[in-house]
């Protein structure tokens, strides 16, 4: 991203989860401008985050569902940068194909409004299940988890977290 970090608005989706929270916070800290997407902004399980320090002056929340295309275009609007991580953390195989095509929506939905940067998280699912690999062997990004095992196993969540990035 380019200018200085006081000029620099990011849009986090997925801002109330736990790595969401926890990146609001950091980016806050360190003096971005932050827009957090949350499926329903007003619900209190997202209060921790007006608490955070700089929230008040630099921390607004808007609606956004990642499959809801125009919410999502509305929440980039004049964003220079987008941390994706909002993703389903369950084991039902049926949200796999909500996780790819939430993913597609949002880099779609930023690369239409002029966003310079996305970054797109994971979860350690997407490294972790790979029945074939040394259990010596460092876990980089050449690194990810076997899509069949992960269905013959029906450990979906794993499935979904490395699915999104194929």
């Not at 980039?76 to 194909?97: I, K, Q, R, T, W």
């Not at 069949?148 to 029906?154: H, I, L, N, R």
């Amino acid at each position: 991203m380019v200018g200085p970090i006081a000029d620099q608005l990011v849009c986090v989706t997925g801002a109330g989860g736990f790595i969401g929270s926890w990146l609001v916070k950091e980016l806050l800290r360190r003096g971005y401008a932050v827009r957090g997407t949350a499926r329903d902004p007003e619900d209190r399980k997202n209060s921790h985050l007006h608490a955070l320090d700089g929230a008040e002056e630099r921390l607004s929340l808007y609606h956004a569902d990642v499959l809801d295309y125009t919410s999502l275009r509305r929440a980039f609007s004049l964003c220079d940068g987008v941390f994706h991580v909002a993703s389903p953390v369950s084991n039902d195989p049926d949200l796999v194909p909500v996780a790819i095509e939430g993913t597609k929506n949002v880099i779609n939905a930023a690369a239409d409004m002029g966003v310079q940067r996305v970054v797109f998280t994971s979860s350690y699912g997407a490294v972790n299940m790979n029945p074939g690999r040394n259990p010596d062997t460092t876990v980089d990004e050449s690194c990810w988890s076997d899509l069949e095992f992960c269905k013959q196993t029906k450990v979906h969540y794993y499935y979904i977290s490395r699915a999104n990035l194929a």
